[in-house]
């Protein structure tokens, strides 16, 4: 039998009045690990729900999460979330802070209250650092993160996520904003990180970057799959969806 890193059965939301069905409408996927997966759809089809939900940030009315054959429930939530890092539409990052206050921020969850009030201990920083370095933004450490790039913002954002090291990366249009520099730049590190065995899933909305980065495509509709397989011929697939 196959082991899958993420699998949903049969995932629904609540009816949601504004959309006369569920958002999360009947999902069923399984991903293997270290696959590079990208969720495409129309806006509003589903697929920041459904990313969200792989950790915990949307209720579900009926189905089943499994992440690393673990269900995901209140009791098991923080361990799967150390496993899960999670990129945020936008970058989600804290303005005032600097690149590595912010990545800093991403041992948050596995430090008490009281531990925080003592600051973060050495190795993270030096953790911090290193994967700051990994992506490029060595120089710009003590730095704003209002002051940088909307690319390097969001690669400040892979080394938050990846801080905890996680074993797999859910990242919300991650490139959506930039421009075809930091988009390569961005799209370039998660292939990296592909590279070293993590599973990958992202949503994106340009077809031509999700075929030359992604292995499989998932496409969602009105909160169903409609395709799931190969990345060739998005273009055909997407006409049928938006007929
Ligand atoms: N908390 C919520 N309450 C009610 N409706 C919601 C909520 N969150 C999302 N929706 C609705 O559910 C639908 C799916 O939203 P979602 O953000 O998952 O879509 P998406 O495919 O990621 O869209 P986009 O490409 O525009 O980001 C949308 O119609 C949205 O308005």
């Not at 690990?33 to 209720?59: C, H, I, Q, T």
């Not at 999670?86 to 596995?110: D, H, P, T, Y």
């Not at 993160?145 to 797999?168: E, W």
């Not at 292939?191 to 499989?216: F, K, N």
């Amino acid at each position: 039998m196959k082991e899958y890193i993420i699998e949903c059965r049969n995932l629904e939301t609540a009816y949601a009045a504004s959309l006369n069905r569920p958002i999360l409408n009947g999902i069923n996927c399984q991903i293997q690990r270290g696959e590079f997966v990208v969720l495409l759809g129309l806006n509003g089809a589903g697929k920041s729900s459904l990313l969200r939900s792989l950790v915990g940030l949307v209720p579900l009315e009926k189905g089943e999460i499994l992440i690393n054959g673990v269900t995901l429930s209140k009791r098991t939530l923080a361990a799967i979330r150390r496993d899960v890092g999670m990129l945020f539409q936008g970058g989600g990052l804290i303005k005032q802070l600097s690149a590595l206050e912010n990545v800093l921020c991403g041992r948050l969850g596995n430090r008490t209250t009281w531990q925080t009030l003592f600051g973060f201990p050495h190795r993270d920083r030096l953790l911090a650092l290193e994967l700051l370095d990994q992506l490029g933004l060595r120089e710009l450490a003590n730095q704003k993160t209002s002051q940088l790039s909307g690319g390097q913002q969001q690669r400040v954002a892979i080394a938050r996520a990846l801080i905890q090291s996680p074993q797999i990366l859910l990242a919300d249009e991650p490139i959506t904003g930039l421009d075809v520099l930091a988009c390569q730049q961005v799209m370039q590190t998660l292939s990296d990180l592909h590279a070293q065995g993590m599973t990958i899933v992202t949503v994106l909305h340009d077809l031509g970057i999700a075929a030359e980065y992604a292995q499989r495509a998932i496409v969602v509709d009105a909160g169903c799959i409609v395709y799931d397989g190969p990345c060739d011929n998005l273009q055909a697939k997407f006409s049928q969806v938006s007929a």
